[in-house]
């Protein structure tokens, strides 16, 4: 920001510089320019307007340049440039704007007096760190200070309406307004040679001349002014610079070598040969002795196809550019070029590319193993077969040899359980799925099948096997197979207490000879007591 001021600092020092060298020049001229220029240093507020605390979006600065033509005494029309920085809500960095307007003034405005108070208002367009773009409609006031004939110290404030949110402003300017100087009246109306012409409007000042000449003389009275006339005591015209052209092709006869006939500049004024006669000439004909059209640049074209014969490969026959001149051909005659053809040489429709289907399957005969029996394409275009023949094409067949039923996806069932032979462990017997096509079996015969029977050798109720002591524990899990007892005893008799006391008396009475593996006769009688409880119970 400090570099923009410093700018506009300089323009303003530099404009204020001119505007007294001009006043001073200009102090005693009788006319007024309608033109005139400004420049300010720009102070701009987003902060009020937008209902925000100056000390968080405090003044930014900016220039501004412009240009103003008075209509009347009373208003003014102008075109003012600003740029600069701008403190917004939502951006930490200030915002570069740039804006035009197109602006009215209508001021109070009297030659002798000091102070000019206006009030303006106009719409411009906003250009936001040219990202984004939008209207402001600016409206104000301002005072002009005379400082001389055509220049005055400006001050403006300003409020600009923003269709954007939180755009609009208050813009404060100062600087000046420098009104254009105009050249005097009897400067403008000075004639030195006395033509009727100003010296302003007379191009040739200090010779009497016409008007139709800008004030320059014609001795030879040719229409062309002796000052760009070659042959001014000559009449000639103006496409040969004032001098004779008498085959009028643009060429003066001085310069002319065929001053009697009409030629071009490129042949120093003669005209072209056409040796061919085809209205082409020879330094424009690519074949000079062979006539043709303008189109072929004078080369024959036979065919009449826009390519001349001598780059023609077909000459005779009309075709286009991309074929070298040659038609493009359809061998087969199915309306399909070769070009575009899959099958150039055999007819067929466009849908297949222009190759044949002979039965209409839908597969091209060069790629259909039956082209003449309608076929799928798993099957390179033949049939689909049913080789086993039990109703159900092969496709379909898990079995495509052997015959079977639809429900079997067309394998057998020999023993018609309900399980294919191909996955029937016993495809001659009935048998269940769970035994993979098997019968059960019951060797015992006690009714409970082998592979559910814990004693497939011997019958039994109780899972199949016997409980020979009916103690409800089947032999298979009873200890005590031949005598009754609890199933929490595994079948086996419960011992009752006073027997435990015995055993365990026992077991700790009867004892061996020392260092030997023979009783001590004592124990032979505790052994007789426990063996005669047993007996007893």
């Not at 209509?71 to 102008?78: C, E, F, L, Q």
């Not at 496409?239 to 085959?247: E, N, R």
């Not at 040796?275 to 303008?294: F, N």
């Not at 074209?301 to 001598?310: E, I, M, P, Q, W």
């Amino acid at each position: 920001m400090r570099n923009l001021i410093s700018i506009a600092l300089t323009m303003l020092a530099l404009l204020f510089t001119t505007i007294q060298l001009n006043a001073q020049t200009d102090a005693d001229e009788s006319t007024v320019s309608p033109h005139a220029m400004t420049a300010k240093v720009l102070f701009t507020d987003y902060a009020v307007p937008n209902g925000f605390a100056m000390d968080s979006f405090p003044l930014s600065n900016g220039i501004e340049v412009g240009y103003w033509y008075n209509i009347t005494d009373w208003v003014n029309i102008g075109v003012p440039i600003k740029v600069g920085l701008a403190n917004v809500e939502g951006h930490i960095n200030r915002r570069t704007m740039v804006s035009a307007d197109l602006a009215l003034q209508f001021q109070y405005y009297k030659e002798e007096s000091f102070v000019v108070p206006y009030v303006m208002g106009g719409a411009g367009y906003v250009f936001e760190n040219f990202e984004a773009a939008y209207p402001q409609f600016p409206v104000g006031a301002g005072l002009n200070f005379k400082v001389g004939k055509n220049a005055y110290l400006n001050l403006q404030g300003e409020y600009r309406l923003s269709q954007e949110a939180n755009r609009k402003n208050l813009q404060y300017g100062a600087g000046f307004w420098f009104r254009l100087g105009a050249k005097k009246y009897e400067e403008s109306a000075k004639d030195t040679d006395g033509d009727g012409i100003s010296d302003l409007q007379d191009e040739c000042p200090t010779e009497a001349g016409l008007p139709s000449l800008l004030g320059c003389p014609d001795r030879d009275g040719d229409g062309v002014a002796d000052k760009i006339d070659e042959c001014p005591d000559t009449p000639g015209p103006a496409a040969a610079l004032g001098c004779p052209d008498t085959d009028s092709d643009g060429i003066a006869d001085n310069l002319d070598q065929c001053p009697d006939e009409a030629g071009t500049a490129d042949n120093n004024g003669c005209p072209s040969l056409d040796k061919d006669g085809d209205g082409i000439a020879d330094d424009m004909d690519d074949c000079p002795d062979l006539a043709g059209p303008l189109k072929t640049s004078g080369c024959p074209d036979s065919d009449g196809d826009g390519l001349a014969d001598n780059v023609d490969e077909c000459p005779n026959e009309a075709g286009p550019l991309e074929s070298a001149g040659c038609p493009k051909k359809d061998s087969d005659g199915d309306g399909i070029l070769d070009e575009m053809d899959k099958c150039p040489d055999v007819a067929g429709p466009a849908v297949l590319g222009g190759c044949p289907d002979t039965d209409g399957d839908g597969i091209l005969d060069k790629n259909d193993a039956c082209p003449e029996q309608p076929g799928l394409p798993a099957n390179n275009g033949c049939p689909d077969k049913d080789s086993d023949g039990d109703g159900i094409l092969d496709s379909n067949d898990e079995c495509p040899d052997k015959p079977g039923k639809f429900i079997m996806g067309g394998c057998p069932d020999t023993d018609g359980d309900g399980l294919s032979d191909k996955v029937d462990q016993c495809p001659d017997v009935p048998g269940p799925k769970d035994r993979n096509g098997c019968p059960n079996t019951d060797k015992d015969g006690d009714g409970v099948q082998d592979k559910d029977d814990k004693c497939p050798d011997v019958a039994g109720p109780y899972a199949g096997c016997p409980d020979t002591d009916g103690d409800g524990v089947h032999d298979g899990m009873d200890k005590c197979p031949a005598t009754f007892g609890p199933v929490t005893n595994n079948g086996c008799p419960e011992i009752k207490q006073e027997e435990k006391e015995v055993l365990e008396f026992a077991a700790q009475a009867v004892v061996f000879e020392t260092g030997q593996a023979s009783l001590k006769a004592e124990s032979y009688a505790i052994l007789d007591q426990v063996a005669d409880r047993g007996e007893c119970d």
